[in-house]
């Protein structure tokens, strides 16, 4: 775990240098001119990765006939539940997804470097952590240590609802994309919002006015077969937190867009419109309906 925390460590100082350096080329400001709570924003995600393996790190699991018993948290259950249907992967065997398209396809509207930092660096981090939370998970579970696992859901909803959201998000952008629905999510968001526009508008309002860090989400509810706009914050997962199932969803948080935007969010909301993979977005929907038997 030592080992893991140095790494990320590294990435971490790797990815403020290059904020650094695309800062000066953005601006022609020297990086010593910048406030430094500009960039320590920009990083914010690579210091929560670190401050979360050495919180999982700091669990220690009590020998089994010293633990007391309780009972485990049912998110810890659906957490991992949620993984496997997204992803189709049995709790611990955790990979990075290949993008189905280059780190530079999205540009303009999302840099390359943003695309391979947020995707090789930012998402690997959170699959490291996650495979280390299951490891420590598993310690408990033997000990019958109750205490520790349900220590353990702060890192787990973390880690586990990053690497959720992020495989969602990669899915949900294509090159040569964007540009208003069609087919059956296109009927339902009409139904809903009264138009495409309105939507849109709902959408991004919602997303630019996450508090911090979080997620702008469309979701589907599978108990009213409806459609929602929903925001989450840091990586709380959509279907947890809500009860939507998630079928399109934003991630604004700073490093997923300041190396371009800065800190104009809603700049790169109104762009983040022109790279939605509306196939896939409908893909979601008709098989989420399905699954609800509607």
């Given amino acids: 775990m030592e080992e893991l925390i140095k790494k990320m460590a590294n990435s971490k100082d790797a990815y403020i240098a290059a904020l650094e350096k695309k800062l000066a080329e953005l601006s022609g400001i020297e990086v010593d001119q910048i406030k430094k709570n500009q960039l320590a924003n920009a990083a914010d995600e690579a210091r929560a990765i670190s401050e979360m393996a050495a919180y999982v790190d700091g669990i220690q699991v009590q020998q089994a006939g010293v633990a007391q018993a309780g009972v485990v948290s049912p998110h810890i259950a659906a957490i991992y539940s949620h993984i496997k249907a997204e992803l ?11 993008l189905k398209y280059g780190f530079g396809e999205l540009e303009p509207h999302i840099s390359e470097m943003i695309m391979q930092i947020h995707h090789t660096k930012h998402h690997q981090a959170y699959i490291n952590n996650l495979k280390a939370c299951t490891e420590k998970l598993k310690q408990a579970e033997e000990a019958n240590d109750v205490a520790a696992m349900n220590g353990l859901l702060p890192a787990i909803k973390f880690n586990g609802g990053g690497h959720i959201n992020h495989t969602i998000f990669w899915t949900n952008m294509a090159p040569n994309a964007g540009g208003e629905p069609t087919g059956p999510v296109a009927d339902a968001i009409t139904k809903e919002f009264g138009s495409f526009q309105a939507f849109k508008d709902k959408f991004s309002a919602a997303s630019v006015g996450v508090k911090g860090s979080g997620w702008g989400w469309l979701g589907y509810c599978p108990k009213n077969d409806k459609l929602a706009v929903a925001t ?23 490093h997923a867009y300041y190396l371009q935007y800065k800190n104009l969010r809603a700049d790169y909301v109104k762009a983040f419109f022109n790279v939605i993979n509306w196939s896939n977005v409908n893909e979601r929907f008709v098989n989420a309906r399905k699954a609800a038997g509607h």
């Fill in 232 to 254: 989450c914050q840091n990586q709380d997962p959509l279907q947890l937190t809500h009860g939507l199932i998630p079928l399109l969803g934003l991630d604004v948080w700073e």
């Fill in 88 to 98: 189709g992967e049995d709790r611990g065997a955790h990979s990075l997804p290949p």
